[in-house]
C-alpha cells in the first residue's frame, strides 16, 4: 500500500476506534476499553528503524521503503472519563504519536497531551521535547514530569532550556517512589532503575488505574544490577513492559555490548521462566534495537517468545487499566 495512503488509513482506523466499540487487532478483535487504558505508540530503541549508518539486512529496505509502525519507544495513557491524555517518553516521533494519542480521544481537541512523562536523558525519550518549541507547535506550559537531575538537565542546557523560559514546558520535579494523583483512579510513580546515566537519573514507572497497574521499565542495565527482585515487582502488577532492547548478544558484532549494556531477551526469557503461567502473560518486552528479530512477526524469535506464554509490544495495542 502506497505510504500516503497507508497514513490516512491508520488515521481513520484509530478515529473510528474511538466511536466504535471494537477494532480489528492484527490477529484479534480488540476492545477498546470505556474506562482508563494505555495504548502503545512506539515499540523501538532511541535509534529507530532504519537505523543511521546500518547496513544490514534488517534496514535495506526501510531506507527506500519506510514501515509506518517503526515508531521509537512510547505509551499513551487515555483517561475518557476525564477527558485527559498523557504520554510517557517525548521521542522523536512525537509528532505522529501525539496525533495518535488525540484520535483516541477526540473529545479532547488539545494536539498536546496533559501530561508528559520521561524516565531519563537518553535521545529516544526526551529529544521530541524540541518540536514543542517555537520552531514547532510552540506550546503553552505542556506539564512535563521528570526526576530531579533530569529536570535540572532541561532548565540549565540549551536547547531544552529555552523551553522553561519560553513557557512552551512546565517542569514537574517527581521523587523516588512517591506517587502522584492524576486523577481520584490513577496514580503515577517512579521508580529508579540501573542505567547509563550520564545526564539524568533513569527511571521506570508504576501507572495504577481504577482496576488494574502496569510496570513500565523501557531501559535497565540489567536486571541483577537492581536494588529490586524484578520478579516479585512483576507480580505485583497486571502488566510489565520490559526492556527488550536485543534478543541476544549474536545480533551486536558491531559494537561494545559492555557500553550499552541491558537484559537479552534471552536472558529474561530464561531469568521469568520460574514464574506461573499467569504471571508470564503479564510479560510485554519493548524497546526493540534495529536489529532484533523480534521485530519480524514471523521470526522465529517472535514464535519463540509467544510459545514460552510471553507477549510482544506491537503498535497501537491497547491495555484497560
Not at 122 to 132: A, C, N, Q, R, S
Request: hydrophobic fraction near 40%.
Amino acid at each position: 500500500m502506497h505510504m500516503k495512503y497507508f497514513n490516512i488509513f491508520v488515521g481513520i482506523l484509530l478515529f473510528w476506534s474511538c466511536n466504535n466499540p471494537k477494532v480489528l487487532d492484527k490477529k484479534l478483535e480488540t476492545e477498546i476499553p470505556s474506562d482508563v487504558f494505555i495504548t502503545v505508540l512506539g515499540t523501538l530503541q532511541d535509534g529507530g528503524a532504519p537505523h543511521v549508518g546500518c547496513k544490514k539486512d534488517c534496514c535495506a529496505s526501510l531506507f527506500e521503503n519506510p514501515d509506518a509502525e517503526r515508531k521509537v519507544v512510547s505509551l499513551g495513557l487515555i483517561d475518557p472519563k476525564n477527558n485527559k491524555k498523557y504520554l510517557f517518553e517525548a521521542s522523536p516521533d512525537i509528532a505522529t504519536q501525539l496525533k495518535a494519542l488525540k484520535n483516541y480521544l477526540p473529545k479532547n481537541d488539545m494536539e498536546t497531551p496533559n501530561g508528559i512523562f520521561l524516565t531519563h536523558a537518553h535521545i529516544g525519550h526526551y529529544t521530541g521535547l524540541m518540536f514543542l518549541g517555537k520552531e514547532a507547535a510552540n506550546t503553552n506550559n505542556v506539564r512535563v514530569y521528570a526526576m530531579p537531575k533530569m529536570v535540572d538537565f532541561l532548565h540549565t542546557n540549551g536547547p531544552w532550556s529555552q523551553l522553561v523560559q519560553n513557557n512552551n514546558i512546565q517542569l514537574s520535579p517527581l521523587q523516588n517512589e512517591e506517587a502522584i494523583a492524576l486523577s481520584s483512579e490513577i496514580t503515577i510513580t517512579p521508580i529508579l532503575v540501573p542505567h547509563r546515566d550520564e545526564f539524568s537519573e533513569t527511571v521506570g514507572y508504576y501507572i495504577k488505574g481504577p482496576n488494574k497497574t502496569a510496570l513500565f521499565i523501557p531501559d535497565i542495565d540489567k536486571w541483577e544490577k537492581w536494588d529490586k527482585n524484578i520478579l516479585e515487582e512483576i507480580k505485583k502488577v497486571d502488566y510489565a513492559f520490559l526492556d527488550a532492547t536485543f534478543y541476544s548478544g549474536e545480533e551486536i558484532n558491531t559494537r561494545d555490548i559492555s557500553q550499552i549494556p541491558h537484559p537479552f531477551m534471552t536472558e529474561s526469557l530464561k531469568k521469568f521462566e520460574t514464574l506461573s503461567s499467569v504471571e508470564q502473560q503479564k510479560v510485554v518486552f519493548i524497546h526493540f534495537n534495529h536489529t532484533n528479530p523480534i521485530l519480524d512477526t514471523e521470526s522465529e524469535a517472535t514464535k519463540n517468545v509467544l510459545a514460552k506464554g510471553f507477549r510482544v509490544a506491537r503498535m497501537y495495542d491497547v491495555f484497560a487499566l
